[in-house]
T-cell receptor, first 113, second 114 residues
Framework: AQSVTQLDSQVPVFEEAPVELRCNYS??????LFWYVQYPNQGLQLLLK??????LVESINGFEAEFNKSQTSFHLRKPSVHISDTAEYFC???????????FGKGTKLSVIP | KAGVTQTPRYLIKTRGQQVTLSCSPI?????VSWYQQTPGQGLQFLFE???????NKGNFPGRFSGRQFSNSRSEMNVSTLELGDSALYLC?????????????FGPGTRLLVL
């Protein structure tokens, strides 16, 4: 079975400051890794994913995440946050062929003007 | 292209009743997944359907069931509602459900059980 741990439930950060949202996973088999974002009263949107290849993946809005197999981590980073980044962020894993995402408990990012 | 739609958006039921939630996937998508989101348990996988067949099921009691129709629309049913079933129910669709594809989530149905 897979599990995902998001170490911080809430992260406040000032606008234009950098941020890192931490995610660790546990799995006995290879998994694919995802970050989703949920804005208030909306569903989830895929931010980025790691399937294979380069361990650094980027999203179109400036977020990036690095897959670290030895530390079983997939931390999400952004060098400079905006007010519009205020949302809840979920890390997820999927075992190939399971058709099932296993999510972490989420991290609420609050960007302070 | 229209996104994933879920109906109804809000629902209030009482304990013991049953409820049916509907999900219409993006046109052309044949895989539909359902998730329950609660403050305490977070997002938990309920089941996944592809071409009217359930391919995977999460760890939920038999009161939770689902089905998919030939047009890929999906419904989930919860019988004998309990207070703990109050949650946001999300469905997601993708072309075939494989990991390489992006899953698109609907806005959810918020269920309150009194």
């Amino acid at each position: 079975a897979q599990s995902v741990t998001q170490l911080d439930s809430q992260v406040p950060v000032f606008e234009e400051a950098p941020v890192e949202l931490r995610c660790n996973y546990s799995s006995s088999v290879s998994v694919y890794l995802f970050w989703y974002v949920q804005y208030p009263n909306q569903g989830l949107q895929l931010l980025l994913k790691y399937l294979s290849g380069s361990t650094l993946v980027e999203s179109i809005n400036g977020f990036e995440a690095e897959f670290n197999k030895s530390q079983t981590s997939f931390h999400l980073r952004k060098p400079s946050v905006h007010i519009s980044d205020t949302a809840e962020y979920f890390c997820a894993v999927e075992r190939a062929g399971s058709y099932q995402l296993t999510f972490g408990k989420g991290t609420k990012l609050s960007v302070i003007p | 292209k229209a996104g994933v739609t879920q109906t109804p958006r809000y629902l209030i039921k009482t304990r013991g009743q049953q409820v049916t939630l509907s999900c219409s996937p993006i046109s052309g998508h044949r895989s539909v997944s359902w998730y329950q989101q609660t403050p305490g348990q977070g997002l938990q996988f309920l089941f996944e359907y592809f071409s009217e067949t359930q391919r995977n099921k999460g760890n939920f009691p038999g009161r939770f069931s689902g089905r998919q129709f030939s047009n890929s629309r999906s419904e989930m049913n919860v019988s004998t509602l309990e207070l703990g079933d109050s949650a946001l129910y999300l469905c997601a669709s993708s072309l075939t459900g494989t990991s390489a594809e992006t899953q698109y989530f609907g806005p959810g149905t918020r269920l309150l059980v009194l």
